[in-house]
């Protein structure tokens, strides 16, 4: 196997281990059945109308959430290296999605087939406790981001975001993350400069 896609089932198998001890059994079915595959900047890995069948879990690069309001672009969450991706919503109902799923950058990327996962569960027992923990974990995300969606005010909202995902104020390109707070690019840029001085 080549090297990055070694790197990037050992980064996988790190990051599930952090949630709950990741079995022999579950190691060596995620060696096989992930995928690993580069997407350029602005790819759609998911669409309108589109199911979800897949498990993204970023090796390297940047990936957003949004849905169109005429010809505006919301952003409803943005994920980085090390994190877990998919319409959860999607793989619960089997509903086609109302979201797009985009790359902000360059990404290399695994993927993992729903059906696989099903099959994981049934082999091995102890992956679903693993599942039940990545998935407090990102319920517990949601949450926050529902919470900032309703702070009363720009600054709040920046403030928030600021202490509860850093690293993507750090890293997301303005406009996004002006999106993802329901503010003007301009004033997510005053806030910025403010909290910096």
Request: hydrophobic share 35%; proline share 4%; charged share 20%.
């Given at each position: 196997?080549?090297?990055?896609?070694?790197?990037?089932?050992?980064?996988?198998l790190?990051?599930?281990?952090?949630?709950?001890?990741?079995?022999?059994?579950?190691?060596?079915?995620?060696?096989?059945?992930?995928r690993?595959?580069?997407?350029?900047?602005?790819h759609?890995?998911?669409?309108?109308?589109?199911?979800?069948?897949?498990?993204?879990?970023?090796?390297?690069?940047?990936i957003?959430?949004?849905?169109?309001?005429?010809?505006?672009?919301?952003?409803?969450?943005?994920?980085?290296?090390?994190?877990m991706?998919?319409?959860?919503?999607?793989?619960?109902?089997?509903?086609?999605s109302?979201?797009?799923?985009?790359?902000?950058?360059?990404?290399?990327?695994?993927?993992l087939?729903?059906?696989?996962?099903?099959?994981?569960?049934?082999?091995?027992p102890?992956?679903?406790?693993?599942?039940?923990?990545?998935?407090?974990?990102?319920?517990?995300?949601?949450?926050?981001?529902?919470?900032?969606?309703?702070?009363?005010?720009?600054?709040?909202?920046?403030?928030?975001?600021?202490?509860?995902?850093?690293?993507?104020?750090?890293?997301?390109?303005?406009?996004?993350?002006?999106?993802?707070?329901?503010?003007?690019?301009?004033?997510?840029?005053?806030?910025?400069?403010?909290?910096?001085?």
């Amino acid at each position: 196997m080549p090297e990055a896609y070694q790197n990037a089932i050992s980064a996988l198998l790190e990051t599930l281990n952090q949630f709950h001890p990741i079995s022999k059994t579950a190691s060596d079915f995620l060696r096989k059945h992930c995928r690993f595959q580069h997407f350029s900047r602005g790819h759609h890995l998911l669409q309108p109308g589109e199911i979800c069948k897949t498990y993204y879990f970023i090796y390297e690069g940047m990936i957003r959430c949004y849905f169109k309001d005429g010809d505006r672009e919301i952003t409803t969450w943005v994920s980085s290296a090390g994190e877990m991706v998919t319409s959860i919503h999607g793989m619960n109902t089997k509903a086609p999605s109302i979201d797009f799923i985009q790359t902000l950058s360059r990404c290399s990327l695994l993927l993992l087939d729903a059906a696989d996962v099903d099959v994981l569960y049934k082999i091995d027992p102890t992956y679903n406790l693993t599942a039940r923990k990545l998935l407090e974990h990102y319920y517990s995300d949601a949450e926050i981001r529902s919470l900032i969606a309703r702070m009363p005010s720009a600054e709040m909202k920046y403030k928030l975001l600021s202490q509860k995902f850093p690293h993507l104020v750090n890293s997301v390109p303005q406009k996004y993350i002006a999106s993802y707070l329901g503010i003007r690019q301009e004033t997510l840029s005053r806030l910025i400069t403010s909290n910096e001085n």
